[in-house]
């Protein structure tokens, strides 16, 4: 049975859906005023993960992740790009998707949009002003006020005295733990009228006002970044309850930070790198096979090797399932020995890496299963390719795969120039001429080519990333 890290709890509990095979979550989504960074990517894969997962156990699953598409942020850089908020956003959205899809991450079946929802938005701040969590700050700006909510902070498990503690930090400008619902508009700012004057939404509101009216009253599981925790998720917490008794998600899913430099990756802070700029070096499957490669709620580390040990580790997957056919009518079942392993370790509160390591055994026993031509062979292979394939992994041609990495990664690469190569070696070993046969193969190596004769007579080709490692015969 699936069990799943509750940050509510801080406890892996059996997940039971609210209505029986059916999941409702919401996932706190982008604000879209830049490309998005590979941060993000690790984020949404986490869940792209959780999600098919959640469908691979046999859930219906109801998959909403709202777009941020108004706030200071956008604002500010509409007005240096000299375009509307609506221009830059749609734009940015456009690119998310690119983004996102190239990442084969799923799309949900809901993305609510601010600036879509700012009557309800509106009718969410009016309830909390009328029972009295909420007021009007002299500024104009209507502010939700924390002391009048019993358990603030439940799942940051922040007490008050420690938040008034940190606001009394000197550099946090606005001492005050409140924060804002409705934000008056500057002249020249985008505004939406309402009863308290011309503003925009604050930030932790829209994503109670748009899950309320979307779900209802109801909520299996709330995720997002673990950076969300805190403020972002408390505050919609105690908007939630204050505004309609909401009682909490049932689980809170949150997924670990990447780290750039040891930091955090952010635009923020300036530090990150686009996933557009990766995916001009990199195979995006061997993006999505790094971002998966830790469990999803540690803190990955992005560095140089990264995605070039990703790169190789995938590579393996593909060189074992190559020649074999995975597409006849193979029956497996969730009985059989490596898909109850892989089970039992994504049960585990999706613990990839150990599924990753399953992954890696089946691939072992394939390699050896081909060169004794065994009849398990397609099986196993339909195993690899099936249990992979729940983790938005291995869904390429291994063909195509190897060969379009190669090619892609080296811009020197001249396809027609190692089949030549490859040909002349094979008339070389035919005609007995082996000191050709190697001086050709050296060649090869250091062009980054790894040959593989089979028992068969014919050479296989694939790229090596290591290319000084000179390999045995
Ligand atoms: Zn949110």
Redesign the pocket.
Known sequence: MLKIFNTLTRKKEKLIPLVNGKIKIYV?GVTVYDLCHLGHARTFLAFDTIIRYLHHCGYQVNYVR?ITDIDDKIIKRAHENNETTKKLTNRMIKEMHLDFDALNILRPNYEPKVTDHIDIIIKFIHLLIQKKHAYIAPNGDVMFSVKTMRNYGILSKKKIPDIHNVSKNPNIKNPSIDFVLWKISKPGEPYWLSPWGAGRPGW?I??SAMNHSIFGNQLDIHG?GSD?IFP??DN?IAQSVCAYNMPCAKVWIHSGMLLLNHEKMSKSSNNFLTIRDILRRYDPETIRYFLMSAHYRNQLKYNDNSLNNARASLKRLYIALRDTKTNTEIKLSSEDYFISKFISKMNDDFNTPEAYSVLFDIAHKLNDLKIKRHSLTPKIAATLKYLANTIGLLYQNPEIFLKKIALKNNKKFNFKKIERLIKRREDARNNNQWELSDRIRNKLTIMGITLEDSSTGTTRWHFNNTIHVTKNN
Request: aromatic share 0%; proline share 0%.
């Open positions: 706190c709202n932790h829209e994503c997002g969300l972002h998720h919609e």
